[in-house]
């Protein structure tokens, strides 16, 4: 079945660094990718959708200047989270919309972000 | 606005009996549903979903829904728990207006199975 891996699993950095997070779809093409992201005891939030070779569009309240968002390509789209606070620290999931004779979305395993 | 509660962070349950997991929704269209499983050091996978049609809809793994529009709800079950079936479960809404894809979540479930 359709694979989407999601890298890095948990990071931890310093307060006012950027982190990089990879979402590939390892075994299809995914013209459009979501992101996600949930605090603790909280549900999952939808914080915006990338579309590859545009602009994202991000949910209301999220801020596009800092989390950065690029889908170059049609099996990779990256989500970098800049100047971190500890207020940042979550856990941020991304999802690939598969165009397949059902359209599904297929999930990554989610990154643990710990900003210190 | 599309909202969903799932009650109980947790459920426990013993192997062999029935398993519930309790969903409700808010929407203000005609909703889509999904319940979504997610086992340990890995990605969120669909369980089943309700578009339109049957209300009963089956999915993997022995689980099935029932969509209640009376009710607002889309409840979990399967008759006969598997030490297997320990995840964390989320049930999610979406709609043709919102877009099929752009999911709402619930907080999630834990089921522990014990022997």
């Known amino acids: 079945g359709a694979v989407v891996s999601q890298h890095p699993s948990r990071v931890i950095c310093k307060s006012g660094t950027s982190v990089k997070i990879e979402c590939r779809s390892l075994?299809?093409?995914?013209?459009?990718m979501f992101w996600y992201r949930q605090f603790p005891k909280q549900s999952l939030m939808l914080m915006a959708t990338?579309?590859?070779?545009?602009?994202?569009?991000?949910e209301q309240g999220v801020e596009k200047d800092k989390f950065l968002i690029n889908h170059a390509s049609l099996t990779l789209s990256t989500l970098t989270v800049t100047s971190a606070h500890p207020e940042d620290s979550s856990f941020y999931i991304c999802?690939?919309?598969?165009?397949?004779?059902?359209?599904?979305?297929?999930f990554g395993s989610g990154t643990q972000l710990s900003v210190l | 606005a599309q909202s969903v509660t799932q009650l109980g962070s947790h459920v426990s349950v013993s192997e062999g009996a029935l398993v519930l997991l309790r969903c409700n929704y808010s929407?203000?269209?005609?909703?889509?549903l999904f319940w979504y499983v997610q086992y340990p050091n890995q990605g969120l996978q669909l369980l089943l979903k309700?578009?339109?049609?049957?209300?009963l809809v089956k999915g993997i793994n022995g689980f099935e829904a029932e969509f209640k529009k009376s009710e607002t709800s889309f409840h979990l079950t399967k008759p006969s728990a598997h030490m297997s079936d320990a995840a964390e479960y989320f049930c999610?809404?979406?709609?043709?207006?919102?877009?099929?894809?752009?999911?709402?979540f619930g907080t999630g479930t834990r089921l522990l199975v014990s022997p």
């Open positions: 999802s690939a919309d598969y165009l397949g004779q059902e359209e599904k979305l297929f």
């Open positions: 075994d299809f093409q995914a013209t459009t």
């Open positions: 990338s579309n590859e070779g545009s602009k994202a569009t991000y």
């Open positions: 929407s203000s269209v005609p909703p889509y």
């Open positions: 309700y578009t339109t049609g049957a209300t």
């Open positions: 999610a809404v979406s709609s043709l207006n919102t877009g099929f894809q752009k999911l709402v």
